[in-house]
Structures are given as C-alpha cells and as structure tokens.
C-alpha cells in the first residue's frame, strides 16, 4: 500500500496560528520525544527569532533552553522552520551575514535544525539579492526547501504560478511545497493550479499545505492526494484545525479511504494530544476545532496567524473591539500597494499599518518604515511594489524618514567587532544572539528574573498540582501515598 508522508506543524505553525506563537519551553520538552519518534518525515520546531523575541519577552524564558531540549530530546527527527537571510523580524537588510550565519550555526550544530523552508523570491532574490545563503545552508547539510504562496489578485494568474515555479526550480531546492498561508484555495482552484506547479517543477518533490481558515482544508487535503501529493502538513490536537492545519487524525482516516497507509505511531501521537490538551486547559489556551465556511476570508485574505497575533497586539493598544476596521483597512492597503501575498513578511506590515491608521484616525499619519523601503523596492518585483499606486509610492520616499533609511544589505561585520557593541569579546555566542536579537539586554534581564521555566509534567509537577488541588478541598481530611513499601499520611489539623 503506498503510504502518505507527514510534515508536522503543531509546534511552529499550530501554535503561531492558534496561540499567538506560545511555545513555553516546558510545553515542548513535554512532548518532543513523543514528536521525535512518532514517524513524521519532518517537525517544525518553534526557534526561528520571531519565536526567540516571544518566548523572552512575553513568556520570560531561555530560547536557548528550549534549543537544547529539541537538540536532545529530538534527535532523529529532521527539524524544520520558515528562515530568511535576515534575522531580526523582518529587518531582512540589517542583519550581517556573519551574524545570521551564527545563529544557523548555533541551531544547526546542536541538532534543532536540519531543514529550512523558505517563501523563494518574497525576500528578493536568494541568488542575487543574497547569494550566501543557499550555498551556505548547503555546505551545513541543510535541506532546503522552497515555497510557492498562493494568493488571490490580478495579479496571481495561472501563468504566474507556471512562471514561479520555474524560477524556483533554478535554486535546485531539494523540495517544493504549495503554501495556502490564508486557506484561500478551494477544490476548483487547487485542481486547476496544482497540475501546472507539479508541471513544472521538473520532478522535485511537491508538498502542500494550507489552514481550516474557510473549512475547506480537509477537503483539499483528499484533493491533493488525488492529484499526485505524497506529502501533507498537518497538526496534532488541540493545535489543529480553526486557522491551523488540518488535524493529522483526520487526515488519515481519509488518507485511507482513498488506500493510502502511513508510518506514523497513532499512540504517540494521541499522548502528545493528550498533553497539549492538558496545557491547553491549565493555561486557558483556545483548543482548535473545524471552522464555519467564512467568505470573508477571499476578501481580506489576512492570515489565522496574523490575526491570531492581532487580537494579541489589539488588546495591548485597548484597540480589542475594533479587529474588523483593521482588516478593512488592511484590505484597502493592499490594493493599494500592489497586490502583495498576504504572507509574511507582507501580511504583517499590511496589518500593522493598517491598526496604525485606525489608531490614529488618519490613513498614512504615521508609516511603518518597511512600507517605505517596501515603495523603495528593496523586496522581489514579486512583492507587487511594481503596481503600487504611484501617488503613495511618491508620499512615501517623500517621507523624511525615507531618507535615513538604507536599501542595500549592510556590509558583512565580524561577529568580534559586534561583540563590543553587545558586551565584550569574553560574551559567549549564545548571548550575543540574545542581546543581538533584543537589541539590549532589558528583556534578558527581565526574563531572567522570572526564574527557572515552568514544567508541565516533571516527576515534580503532578505533586505540586495534586497538594495544590487537594489544599483546596476543605473536605478531605486525610490522604494516604502509597508505594510497593512504603506508605505517606498527609492528615489536615
């Protein structure tokens, strides 16, 4: 029986859609050796700097921690992220080489990464914009891996798709996979543009990926195995369905009736679920279920992880109630700069700028320095900038700010010369990055004052919670522990 292959997105993706990115560090040791041999082909893990800036500033927690528990704990899964020559969230041209070398080093030689995924010619063009960064991943042993975003415009026609994957093709990527970030695909769009990516991708591997954000996931799902993908990404429970992936149970259950089998451990599988459930519950963190068919989403074609991440920064700004002005706006935006793919980083500054309208009362007061350098042009002719309408183009590189910016990659710096900018040349690799990627040391400190990381299901764990639950309950007086031989009596006064 020819077996499906599955690409596990519960860490990474599962949670940016569904829990704003709230990887704890405690949460994945729980379940990594479950994900490890569990037979996935590829887990993605949550460690890109996006990640990193999230987990010390909101969570208060080491990344560095969490780097070597997936190292550990993971060793034989191939271990995947979204990357990008930049580093720092979406200053795609700030960040040397040197340093973004350092940190893919850092990751890759501690075993948390073996595999990266990146959106081709959405950055500008990895061959010529950043010709370092292919060959570089190649010479660590990295897989690479492309991937071909979906989009609805005027300009994302059938032979923009046919043209995309050609380009791609030349990178000689190891694999290709269709990226459906919004679920904006439906069974009649994906019959019509899966043939022509599989047509010209001149025999490299295809996988396909997309979110419940519509309802149509699973149904496109069975769709893709029909036509020819051998390789779906899917999440466990309660990090699947809503606006993230389809559930890994439920596409197998499909997967066989269409006989196909698969090499995954359901019993793993099911106590990783378990676990996520039980986090799920004592964090009060939302648990993923199938979504309505939601229109909606082809008009504003916002991401579920960027509105995930909305809800989040709206409630900080007391803007919670007003979610739906700025997807309006955000829609309004993007006609207006071209039609970009509402992806990362796109989908971000499409947002941002558009709650900074809405804060403010007035389109384009105040803008956001990437939409500048994006009418600048620094991104791909993919980006859409190309279509921009002219009068904004004009508004923006007439901004004072436009000019203190810069539009080139910066000049490659020793990691030694930036050392003395961060602490001295005795600092170690790790906390560079940290103090790189925070830009100071506040939030380090600060996350280090909050202690030790918290732990789910450590031998220690389950006893805390049990006195805690018991010293509750007024009415037990008496509890007994006992062991092959020995016997605890807890007795209250």
Known sequence: MEKIRYVDTTLRDGTQSLW??????????????????????????PIMPYNFKKIVRDLKEDPWELVRIIGEKMPNSKKAFMGEPGLVLFELLETPPSVSKLFYDLLIDRGALNRVQTMANIFGNLKTDFPWFLPY????????????????????????????????????PDVIYFKDAAGLLTVESLRRILPIIIENSNGLPIEFHTHGTTGLAN????????????????????????????????????????????????ERIQRVSDKLMVVAKEDNLPIGAPLEYDYSQYIHQVPGGVISNLRYQLIGMNLQDRVEEVVEESIRIRAELGYPVMITPYSQFMVTQAAINVATGERYKVVIDKLIQF??????????????DQNLKD???????????HYKPVEDIPIKKLKEQFGGPTLSDEEFMLRYIMKGTKDIEEMRKAGPYKQYFSAKAPLEQLLSNISKNSSIKHVQIQTKNQSLVLSSK
Do not use: C
């Not at 005027?154 to 093709?169: G, L, Q, S």
């Open 20 to 45: 704003a990115a709230e990887s704890r560090v405690g949460m994945v040791e729980a379940v990594a050796e479950d994900l490890d041999q569990a037979g996935f082909d590829v887990v993605e893990v």
């Open 137 to 172: 991943l190649r010479s660590k042993g990295v897989e690479v891996v492309h991937a071909i975003a979906y989009s609805i415009s005027p300009r994302h026609t059938d032979e923009y798709f046919a043209k995309k994957t050609r380009e791609i093709v030349k990178n000689k």
């Open 219 to 266: 149904e496109l799902y069975v769709e893709a195995m029909k036509l020819g993908v051998r390789t779906l990404h899917t999440s466990i429970p309660p990090l699947a369905s809503g606006s993230g992936q389809p559930s890994v149970f439920t596409t197998i259950e499909n997967a066989k009736h269409l006989n196909f089998g698969h090499s995954l451990d359901i």
């Open 375 to 388: 009418a600048a042009g620094i991104y791909s002719e993919d980006s859409g900038y190309l279509m921009m």
């Open 395 to 405: 508004k923006f590189l007439s901004l004072p700010r436009a000019k203190e910016l």
